[in-house]
């Protein structure tokens, strides 16, 4: 498994072009922010994104389960991002903008 620091710094760098993406300590790991919108985990080496009924499905397709930080509680609007898109900038970008921008229209 890669280190927690080194994941981070990796996934930060793959989203570097989204502009505005910061970091914060939160659930032994690290949650991600776009403009102030609370967007993503990540926990143990993997990469979480907010989803909704919309988005949800792109996440199943390739298998992925929800975000369960403990064997008590599962967060089923965080899908674990596929391994295949987060290798891909291009593609991590665009899922993370709809993550952001999912997560930004529920605050409204």
Same mark, same amino acid.
């Given at each position: 498994?890669?280190?927690?620091?080194?994941?981070?710094?990796?996934?930060?760098?793959?989203?570097?072009?989204?502009?505005?993406?910061?970091? *914060?300590?939160?659930?032994?790991?690290?949650?991600?922010?776009?403009?102030? &919108?609370?967007?993503? /985990? !990540?926990?143990? =080496?993997?990469?979480?994104?907010?989803?909704?009924?919309?988005?949800?499905?792109?996440?199943?397709?390739?298998?992925?389960?929800?975000? *369960?930080?403990?064997?008590?509680?599962?967060?089923?609007?965080?899908?674990? &991002?596929?391994?295949? /898109? !987060?290798?891909? =900038?291009?593609?991590?970008?665009?899922?993370?903008?709809?993550?952001?921008?999912?997560?930004?229209?529920?605050?409204?």
């Amino acid at each position: 498994m890669i280190p927690q620091d080194s994941f981070k710094e990796f996934v930060l760098d793959q989203l570097a072009a989204m502009k505005s993406v910061t970091c *914060r300590a939160m659930f032994g790991g690290f949650g991600l922010y776009h403009q102030s &919108v609370f967007f993503g /985990i !990540l926990h143990k =080496g993997r990469l979480y994104f907010k989803t909704n009924d919309q988005t949800r499905p792109a996440y199943e397709e390739y298998s992925m389960k929800p975000f *369960r930080p403990s064997d008590k509680q599962t967060l089923k609007s965080y899908y674990e &991002v596929p391994p295949e /898109i !987060l290798e891909d =900038g291009d593609e991590l970008i665009r899922w993370a903008e709809q993550a952001a921008g999912r997560a930004a229209n529920r605050r409204k």
